[in-house]
């Protein structure tokens, strides 16, 4: 879709430089329309799991959901 060389930063360590070959630019307009196509079938899989997904601007928290039977 487009080129871009990319680096990660994760618990004060930076990555070397990397080709990224797949997903959208931040900003893109596709940015959005993309996510919205997704992230129903990932959350869906996630509650199968018996696990509760939290969501915030920065991160992504999940949880254990116990079911119990009221019979």
């Known amino acids: 879709m ?3 060389i990319d680096t990660m ?4 360590k ?8 797949s997903g959208v630019a931040q900003g893109n307009n596709l940015s959005p329309t993309i996510f919205s196509a997704f992230i129903n079938d990932i959350v ?3 509650h199968d799991l018996g696990l509760e ?3 915030g601007d920065t991160s992504i928290a999940l949880s254990y959901m116990q079911i ?4």
């Open 14 to 21: 930076t990555t070397k430089w990397f080709d990224c070959r």
């Open 44 to 46: 869906k899989d996630i």
């Open 9 to 12: 930063k994760s618990n004060d």
């Open 53 to 55: 997904i939290l969501a």
């Open 2 to 4: 487009y080129k871009n």
């Open 68 to 71: 119990t039977s009221c019979s």
